[in-house]
């Protein structure tokens, strides 16, 4: 069964706090994504990671650093979380060997306050 | 500046009509483009997707259509119903740049009214 795993769902944590949020799959793909969606901004690319230790900024890095260790796991970090940081966000993967674009595989997304 | 843009957040259709949905693109180099449906606190899913040999793909009710000079896709929904109604993402990346980046529109909610 092909799935995109995120956990947590739901997570409200106060300003200056550290968040960790934690996406797996179990397709072996290479490619990691990791989106935030905000109203009328749709899903903006925060990093994307194309295997283990082989990570580039997306389009809204800052504040934010990923980590990814295993294939199948790829994390995302927020150091000193703050307020403007709280959104939607969404973890995907894709097959993509050959750094291409093609079709993304979503996360059910986690729900972040930072209050 | 919004690499990726649907120009409409909204859309009502009445249900058996035709929904026409948006994209315009700013990068030359995109050669992949895709179309996404979300609904309410759920995961985008890919609907369908078209590469930058053929201006055109069909499937089912969905067609998508691609004008590559005026840097714009958009997909169209025969027979709409009201399990159409959601948020439709459009999408776009390079196939052949080294980079597996998509990037997405900011969406247009579609509500089809029976």
């Known amino acids: 069964d092909m799935k995109v795993t995120q956990m947590p769902r739901y997570l409200i944590k106060r300003m200056g706090e550290n968040v960790l949020l934690e996406c797996g799959q179990d397709m072996s793909h290479e490619t990691m994504y990791w989106y935030r969606q905000d109203p009328g901004l749709g899903l903006q690319l925060i990093y994307i990671?194309?295997?283990?230790?082989?990570?580039s900024e997306g389009d809204i890095p800052k504040g934010y650093r990923v980590s990814r260790k295993k294939r199948e796991h790829f994390s995302l970090i927020l150091d000193s979380a703050k307020t403007n940081q709280t959104s939607v966000y969404f973890c995907a993967s894709s097959l993509s060997t050959g750094r291409s674009a093609e079709t993304l595989y979503f996360g059910s997304g986690t729900r972040l306050t930072v209050l | 500046g919004q690499q990726v843009k649907q120009s409409s957040p909204s859309l009502t259709v009445q249900e058996g009509g035709i929904s026409i949905l948006n994209c315009d693109y700013e990068?030359?180099?995109?050669?992949?483009f895709a179309w996404y449906k979300k609904y309410p606190d759920n995961s985008p899913t890919l609907l369908i997707s078209v590469r930058s040999n053929v201006d055109k793909r069909e499937d089912g009710r969905l067609t998508v259509f691609l004008n590559k000079s005026g840097k714009h896709f958009s997909l169209h929904i025969t027979a709409s119903q009201p399990e159409d109604t959601a948020v439709y993402l459009c999408?776009?990346?390079?196939?052949?740049?080294?980079?597996?980046?998509?990037?997405f529109g900011e969406g247009t909610k579609l509500t089809v009214s029976s």
């Open positions: 990068n030359d180099m995109f050669d992949y």
């Open positions: 999408a776009a990346g390079e196939n052949q740049g080294g980079s597996a980046k998509l990037i």
């Open positions: 990671s194309y295997d283990v230790d082989s990570n």
